[in-house]
């Protein structure tokens, strides 16, 4: 199956500094990108799906000013959390859909590792 | 997307079949049934998904009921690194969209 891979895979950051957490997608491309954030003991929420070359789309009540999404290719997105706080602390992961041909979107998403952030 | 509902825990002993049951009684004629699973602190993993016919593949075997409104996910020999979050998910099959997860059924495999 496809990877994606996810960088780094924790980080512990001081309150008020920015983040960046990496999205590859290893052995396929990916112009459509989804970010998920995950809270002790909950379900994975749905944050935003980044699309290469245009504008991420954020789900309601996440706020686009403070989680930046840049896809800069079809293999890399990118998210970065500006001026984290403690209550920012959670599991991010993010998911591509994967292809066949190199060209075709098929049914199977596969999601990265995960990356926990924990914000002092 | 049709909304599923899970058992919150199940318990299955260690070399049994353990036999995961998800409701989808609103399910539209093009939405999968799609399973996936997620081990403490990793992202979540693939396993199977069908549309009305019973699917098998090397993880685990999926069976929908014919009219489609439930399903059951069936791992044939449960080993202690099954134990996991397993999450039953509606969606029109398009790879574009994302999936939306429930709060899935927790199964605890024992020694």
């Known amino acids: 199956g496809a990877v994606v891979s996810q960088h780094p895979s924790w980080v512990i950051c001081k309150s008020g500094t920015s983040v960046k957490i990496e999205c590859r997608s290893l052995?396929?491309?990916?112009?459509?990108m989804f970010w998920y954030r995950q809270f002790p003991k909950q379900s994975l929420m749905l944050m935003a799906t980044s699309n290469e070359g245009s504008k991420a789309t954020y789900e309601q009540g996440v706020e686009k000013d403070k989680f930046l999404i840049n896809h800069a290719s079809l293999t890399l997105s990118t998210l970065t959390v500006t001026s984290a706080h403690p209550e920012d602390s959670s599991f991010y992961i993010c998911s591509a859909p994967g292809t066949s041909g190199g060209t075709h979107i098929t049914d199977t998403q596969y999601f990265g590792p995960g990356t926990r952030l924990t914000v002092l | 997307d049709a909304k599923t509902t899970q058992p919150t825990s199940m318990d299955c002993a260690e070399g049994r079949a353990a036999n995961l049951p998800c409701n989808h009684s609103?399910?539209?004629?093009?939405?999968?049934v799609y399973w996936y699973r997620q081990i403490h602190s990793q992202g979540p993993q693939y396993i199977i998904h069908g549309l009305k016919n019973n699917e098998t593949n090397e993880m685990a075997s999926l069976i929908i009921t014919e009219d489609r409104k439930s399903s059951t996910l069936i791992l044939p020999h449960a080993t202690l690194r099954d134990t996991a979050v397993y999450y039953c998910?509606?969606?029109?099959?398009?790879?574009?969209?994302?999936?939306?997860f429930g709060k899935g059924t927790r199964l605890s495999v024992i020694a």
């Open positions: 609103t399910i539209s004629g093009n939405e999968y």
């Open positions: 998910i509606v969606r029109v099959g398009r790879g574009n969209t994302p999936l939306v």
């Open positions: 052995d396929f491309q990916a112009t459509t």
